[in-house]
């Protein structure tokens, strides 16, 4: 029978906080494991941390034909500070689109999985193996994908490996790297009466996040990807109103 509630189990999805941190994916990948086994994929469950752990599911793996993979993540970024208009959690439908954290990135890309790996052998054993592979912790830089490539050993020939991140509905065969840079300047403290006497951090570190902003590589578009980008996320300096910075 085909698998047709994937809107529905999106929205199950959304309405489970897996907001990273501090993750607790734990539940999504029990909720996903079970649909899942019902439906007669082998599970293996990877512990990452407290209520973290990642999921594998198989299917038709064991018969010597090549596999195609899926992948996602169970966990989100978090709400913001900004209030939200609807329940980050409550998966409402309005106009045709499901709103809630993770309905894009990607609790509804691991719902759509789920589906097309459910139907895949609902009618005809497919010309391949299928193995789903949801990881922990993907949004603090894919740390979850890390782990699980530690802990996993692939002996199958992979034919392709399908990642349900959001591409505006259009197949993508690429995505941009990342490089994290972590930059700490130090000063001299002093009271905040005689700055003339101290040396401040927080201006050497301002001064150099304008620099960024304006910061070219000079290097040719890609025809894919377009041009690199630079992007400024956190900042931190200082221990009180009175006291010069020195970190």
């Known amino acids: 029978m085909l698998f047709s509630n994937v809107i529905e189990f999106t929205r199950l999805l959304i309405s489970l906080d897996t907001v990273n941190p501090p993750g607790n994916e734990a539940v999504a990948a029990e909720l996903t494991g079970t649909l899942l086994k019902e439906n007669g994929f082998k599970l293996t469950n990877i512990p990452y941390g ?29 709400l913001g500070a900004k209030e939200w208009t609807v329940d980050p959690f409550g998966g409402e439908t309005i106009d045709g689109k499901i709103y809630g954290r993770g309905s894009s990135d990607m609790k509804g890309g691991v719902a759509a999985m789920v ?84 040396d401040n951090a927080i201006y050497k570190a301002a001064k150099a996040i304008l620099k960024a902003e304006q910061f070219e590589f000079n290097v040719v578009e890609d025809d894919l990807l377009g041009f690199s980008t ?4 956190r900042m931190q300096g200082g221990l009180n109103l009175n006291s010069v910075p020195d970190y």
């Not at 630079?230 to 996320?233: L, P, R, S, T, Y």
């Open 50 to 78: 407290s209520n973290r752990h990642h999921l594998v599911a198989e299917k038709g793996c064991d018969s010597g034909k090549p596999i195609l993979i899926f992948t996602g993540h169970f966990d989100t970024v978090p």
């Open 115 to 198: 589906g097309a790996a459910i139907n895949a052998f609902a009618e005809t054993e497919p010309q391949c193996g299928v193995k789903l592979l949801f990881t922990a912790d993907e949004e603090t830089g894919c740390k979850g994908a890390g782990h699980l490539v530690q802990q996993l050993s692939l002996q199958e020939e992979v034919i392709g490996i399908v990642v349900g991140e959001p591409t505006a509905n259009v197949p993508v065969i690429g995505q941009k790297g990342g490089l994290y840079l972590k930059v700490t300047t130090s000063g001299k403290t002093a009271h905040s009466s005689m700055p003339h006497l101290g």
């Open 230 to 233: 630079i992007n400024v996320g």
